[in-house]
């Protein structure tokens, strides 16, 4: 009788114990399929652009200097046939107007390069850069009057807001000339002192290039 009863004792633990187990399983289970999202979608990186005019119809080159194509812009002055009796000096100008996104820096420098003054007349020819400003901080002088064979040290420019500033806003418009996100520069190309009594200047000329960079501010 008491084995009959232990045996029976053990399907009911058996039993019991498959129930319990297949409980839990489901109950863990049941637990496991709870879920809750929120997802924060389409993050993305975009890069301003870097880009401005050189008067009208010239636009800028990205990450080289240019020799050529977009970028290499004509001439501001071309003045031939120089007559030392007569010849006071030539000017011309350019406008620089920040057309990219970003707000940036802008520097004037010769030296360099196609940059650098050649030809035996440059010792007898001066060049002077002056922008629309006024008053300080740039009394409007980027370069005094300088012969060709001298230093021209770069200059950081300055925009023509109504409070000239170093760095200049995007978004200004290609061929502008004033404004916060412009400045125009009067180039002028003058005798020096010895060019009317320099006899060897004759038939000789002078060549010179002006370099505008624009960096990210």
Same mark, same amino acid.
């Given at each position: 009788m008491?084995?009959?009863?232990?045996?029976?004792s053990?399907?009911?633990a058996?039993?019991?114990?498959?129930?319990v187990?297949?409980?839990?399983l489901v109950?863990? *289970?049941g637990?496991?399929?709870w879920a809750?999202?929120?997802?924060?979608?389409?993050?993305s990186?975009?890069?301003?652009?870097?880009?401005h005019s050189?008067g =009208?119809?010239? @636009?800028? #080159?990205?990450?080289?200097i240019?020799?050529?194509?977009? *970028?290499?812009c004509?001439?501001?002055i071309?003045?031939?046939?120089?007559? &030392?009796a007569?010849?006071?000096? %030539?000017?011309?100008?350019?406008?620089?107007a920040? %057309?990219?996104?970003?707000s =940036?820096t802008f520097?004037? =420098?010769?030296?360099?390069?196609l940059?650098?003054?050649?030809?035996s007349?440059?010792?007898?020819? %001066?060049?002077?850069?002056?922008?629309?400003n006024?008053? #300080? &901080?740039?009394? *409007?002088?980027?370069?005094t009057?300088t012969? /060709?064979?001298? %230093?021209f040290?770069?200059?950081? /420019? $300055?925009?023509?807001?109504?409070t000239?500033?170093?760095?200049?806003p995007g978004?200004g418009?290609?061929?502008?000339g004033?404004?916060? #996100?412009?400045?125009? $520069?009067?180039?002028? @190309?003058a &005798?020096?002192?010895?060019?009317?009594?320099? $006899?060897?200047?004759?038939?000789?000329?002078c060549?010179f290039? /002006?370099?505008?960079?624009?960096?990210?501010?």
């Amino acid at each position: 009788m008491e084995h009959r009863k232990s045996k029976r004792s053990l399907r009911v633990a058996l039993v019991l114990g498959t129930a319990v187990a297949g409980t839990a399983l489901v109950g863990w *289970g049941g637990l496991a399929a709870w879920a809750a999202y929120t997802e924060n979608a389409g993050n993305s990186v975009a890069a301003g652009t870097l880009a401005h005019s050189n008067g =009208s119809s010239c @636009v800028s #080159s990205l990450g080289v200097i240019p020799t050529s194509g977009t *970028g290499f812009c004509s001439a501001t002055i071309t003045v031939s046939n120089v007559d &030392p009796a007569t010849w006071t000096g %030539t000017t011309g100008t350019i406008k620089i107007a920040n %057309t990219g996104s970003l707000s =940036s820096t802008f520097q004037l =420098s010769m030296g360099t390069a196609l940059q650098a003054p050649t030809g035996s007349l440059c010792a007898d020819v %001066t060049l002077a850069v002056t922008d629309l400003n006024t008053g #300080s &901080p740039d009394n *409007g002088t980027v370069w005094t009057a300088t012969a /060709l064979t001298g %230093t021209f040290t770069a200059k950081s /420019l $300055y925009t023509n807001g109504s409070t000239p500033s170093t760095t200049w806003p995007g978004g200004g418009t290609v061929g502008a000339g004033t404004g916060t #996100s412009a400045d125009t $520069y009067t180039v002028t @190309v003058a &005798p020096g002192g010895g060019f009317a009594g320099d $006899y060897a200047d004759q038939g000789t000329s002078c060549t010179f290039g /002006l370099l505008f960079t624009q960096t990210a501010a």
